[in-house]
């Protein structure tokens, strides 16, 4: 009798761990491969946490295809090799929009026809080709590329990606599928992985690429789980007892509904023209896509037209990779120098052997700071990944170790000031070193000035950088007070400038002298006090003397100011020099109307965050309407975000908000809260 009922305890066991594998299978597959998950991370986790339960008390009932036995192997000695059943093949690159529209000649000439030629368009992600193995319908062996021929054996690893499935969904699935994708990292994964390392005192990685290839060919399964990889398909190889549709777009459809994730940027496009299209649409994009591609591919839809077309030695005819310009290049580090900024900050920035990084030939890039040059392990004369990514400054990414020779040299950042000599001080904690020369120092002076007449501080139109530079070189001005002095004659005397504009610029200085508090306090180039900080300031303090006299705990009342920031401020408050040219600023006329309270009103102390792009005004001016009603506009959205207004083609910041439930305004909903 006992026996019988222990029986019926086991059927319940075993039916209950099938029902968790199914869910947890239906919730991954919604979740990676449809993009529209249904139920939350806890609730997910949950399942996950009572399957794992279940296993351990009874683990005969354990099967490969398992959710949880993802890391099963044991770590090995080295990788075995897989020979492919149908080659791994590489593309042919095209870089000009003629490559492209050769390509569809070419093509067109070999299929003797006029007519439009279908392409199926993808992003080309920079990551790790793999070749995935399915046997009725469970993941068998995974490899990578390796020479097209044979590649490592990396089945153990592939597992341990959440996003491939150990076990296809659907029926009518092939008894052997070899699928094939790309294994990549997101830039977000990547950002915090090189964190970690950094915490953890381990070496970084020089790029998404590098930390994806590096984390598949781990050794032990274990570790590579612990990386935030992901996996795109992009094909098939090898295919047995099923016949595959006859488009290679729908058979991206099919590996679809077999729980395979692919790219949702993939379009079908009728002739060049479209891919071109294609082209141009997916490089805006490009740097809002939360992972790395380095171009598009174009491959010919038609399955029968593949198969016509065939392949020239290691590449098929019918695809081709129209690559963007590299972001990554090699040069050597010949020297270093050391740049002051406009707050003092000491940056070192290597002299290259002049090289062509994205379009632009590069021969000096940022070396961040000192932190940042120990942990790369930067010496001069090494070479190095040189990166453009985006509008950002060209940087060093990282070394190429291998071509380290014995005379490197270390860097060392200098004592004094490489302008005005003044010490240069190094706080505990901080990454930035600083030239302590303040207004006294020439290199901060000609960035103070240039930024006290910007567009957002006191915009004296007419005053721009060139002249900025002009007018202390011929030491007319030496400080922002100076520019209230000039005379006609000294402005006639400089380079390009006539009796005519020289009036124009005499006339903007004195139309300047009317500003507001917070662009003035903005102006001042107070470290780290930015529009908003400034915009609180004045709002809370009202007058500037109520300001200058604060204490440093009365300016951490003041909202999102805390410790660090109020020391700048109250530090700069009471440097002799500053005092000095903030009385002749006064003096000269430099004036505003008082302060207004913004009335309370639904913006009033909301977080807003901007994305895409608005039709009705630049983003710009979205953010001045909102900051004068009283709202702080950030970059970035996180849980105290209260709205993000989504415009066209918004990307990242739109999926964020989804994650962290954030409210979203169209933007006719932002235009109707405004009115």
Known sequence: MSKHHHHGKDDHTVSEIKRLRSLIEEHNYRYYVLDDPIVSDAEYDSLFKRLRELESLHPKYITVDSPTQRVGAAPSKSFKLLKHDVMMLSLENGFTDEDVEDFDQR????????????????????????NIRYKNGYLTQASTRGDG??????????????????????????????????????????????????????????????????????????????????????GVGAVQGEKLPNEHSEILKKLMEWGIRVNPLIEIKKDASGCLKYFEKISAKRDSLPYEIDGVVYKVNSIAEQHKLG????????????????????????????????????????????????????????????????????????????RRAGDVIPEVAGVV?????????????????PVCQSEIEH???????????????????????????????????????????????????????????LSHHQLESLERMGSKSAQNLLDQIEKSKLTTLPK?????????????????????????????????????????????????????????????????????????????????????????????TLSSMTRDEAKQKLEDLGAKVSGSVSPKTNYVIVGEGAGSKLEKAKEFGVKTLTESEFLKLLS
């Not at 093509?107 to 007519?115: A, V």
């Not at 915090?192 to 998404?208: I, Q, R, S």
């Not at 380290?404 to 860097?411: L, P, Q």
């Open 520 to 612: 003035f306090l903005y102006a001042l180039g107070i470290r780290e006090v930015g529009e908003a900080t400034a915009r609180q300031l004045a709002i809370h303090f009202k007058t500037l003397d109520a300001l200058r006299g604060a204490s440093i705990d009365k300016l951490q009342e003041v909202q999102d100011i805390g410790p660090i920031v109020a020391h700048h401020i109250y530090n700069f408050f009471h440097e002799k020099h500053n005092q000095g040219i903030l009385e002749k600023l006064l003096k000269a006329g430099v004036h505003w109307e008082k302060v207004q309270q913004p009335e309370s009103n639904i913006f009033s102390s909301k977080t807003f965050v901007l994305t895409g």
């Open 107 to 130: 093509i067109k000439e070999r299929l003797h026809t006029n007519g439009h030629i279908e392409y199926c368009c993808e992003p080309k992600m920079d990551g790790l080709a793999v």
């Open 401 to 417: 170790h291998d071509r380290r020779t014995r005379d490197v040299m270390k860097i060392v950042m200098p004592r004094r000031c």
């Open 149 to 234: 021929e044979s590649g490592e054996d990396i089945t153990s690893n592939i597992k341990t990606i959440q996003m491939v499935p150990l076990k296809l969904r659907g029926d009518h699935i092939p008894s052997l599928l070899d699928v094939r994708g790309e294994v990549f990292m997101s830039k977000a994964g990547f950002e915090k992985l090189n964190e970690y390392a950094v915490d953890a005192g381990e070496k970084t990685f020089a790029n998404p690429r590098n930390a994806a290839a590096g984390s598949l060919r781990q050794l032990d399964p274990s570790i590579t789980a612990q990386r935030p990889l992901e996996f795109y398909c992009y």
């Open 311 to 386: 392949f020239v030695t290691r590449a098929p005819r019918w695809a081709l990779a129209h690559k963007f310009p590299a972001e990554e290049a090699y040069s050597v580090i010949e020297a270093v120098e050391f740049q002051v900024g406009r707050t003092g900050v000491v940056t070192p920035v290597a002299r290259l052997k002049p090289v062509h990084v994205r379009g632009v030939t590069v021969s000096n890039a940022t070396l961040h700071n000192m932190d940042e040059i120990k942990r790369k392990d930067i010496h001069i004369g090494d070479t190095v990944i040189v």
């Open 427 to 485: 706080i505990e904690g901080e990454a930035a070193a600083r030239c302590t020369g303040g207004l006294y120092c020439p290199a901060q002076q000609k960035e103070a000035i240039k930024h006290f007449a910007s567009r957002k501080a006191m915009d004296i139109e007419g005053l721009g950088d060139k002249l900025a530079e002009q007018m202390i070189d011929k030491k007319q001005i030496r400080n922002v007070a100076d520019i209230y002095d």
